[in-house]
């Protein structure tokens, strides 16, 4: 009796330390990956008060490649929704070489208020489209400032030697004139980063650790 009990002991333990080396192969199989996060671009005020730049939500239709059967067919049937043009079927197809099959890959940017509402009524009808938003520069004064403020744009690389470049890692926009050149460095804030445990495809799985980005800060104008 007591032998079977020992062998019994024997066997549980030797089938935890299996698992325990089981589960941690699995686990040396993942990856981790360092997602940079971007900071909101800070707002700017005249010495009044009055918000003469801000940030505005832009909506882009993305397509997720792993979950389409038949392109022709998808592209069809949007192009019901809104209109689609050859050009961004072009560029999709070439993004899409590039990534991989779950990414988001961007079939058409910046969508119309009527466009989002539009897809929104059918967006059952759409398993692998989505609709993403994305910051992008907003002047609710119009021209009125546009002499002062001047505008942001993509950096170019000798904007980004200049600059710190790890801090433009989430961020493709650079002021080009203007207040928004002038103070790029208050504006653009300091990015963040996300720990991502990814498997052997790259597939994001958990997140392990998390750096808020720090938001740039509001410049009022004397």
């Given at each position: 009796m007591v032998a079977l009990q020992l062998y019994v002991l024997a066997r549980v333990v030797d089938l935890q330390v299996w698992r325990q080396s089981h589960y941690a192969t699995l686990s040396n199989d993942n990856r981790v990956r360092v997602q940079p996060l971007a900071p909101g671009r800070g707002?700017?005020?005249?010495?009044?008060g009055v918000l003469i730049a801000d940030n505005r939500p832009s909506f882009d239709l993305v397509v997720v490649p792993e979950q389409v059967t038949d392109y022709d067919t998808l592209f069809a049937e949007l192009g019901a929704?809104?209109?689609?043009?050859q050009e961004h079927i072009e560029r999709f197809h070439e993004?899409?070489?590039?990534?991989?099959?779950?990414?988001?890959?961007p079939l058409k940017p910046g969508l119309t208020a009527e466009e989002v509402a539009r897809f929104a009524l059918d967006?059952?009808?759409?398993?692998?489209?989505?609709i993403v938003a994305t910051p992008t520069r907003h002047y609710p004064q119009g021209e009125l400032y546009t002499h002062v403020?001047?505008?942001v744009g993509r950096i170019d690389e000798k904007e980004?030697?200049?600059?710190?470049?790890s801090n433009y890692a989430a961020t493709t926009h650079h002021g080009k004139v203007g207040v928004e050149r002038a103070y790029e460095a208050e504006l653009h804030g300091r990015v963040g980063y996300q720990q991502v445990e990814v498997n052997a495809q790259g597939?994001?799985?958990r997140v392990l650790e998390r750096t808020p980005p720090v938001p740039g800060k509001d410049i009022y104008l004397s």
């Open positions: 707002l700017v005020y005249t010495r009044d929704v809104m209109a689609l043009d993004q899409r070489r590039r990534k991989r099959r779950f990414d988001d890959i967006r059952h009808r759409f398993p692998a489209v989505h403020l001047g505008y980004l030697a200049q600059a710190d470049p597939r994001s799985l």
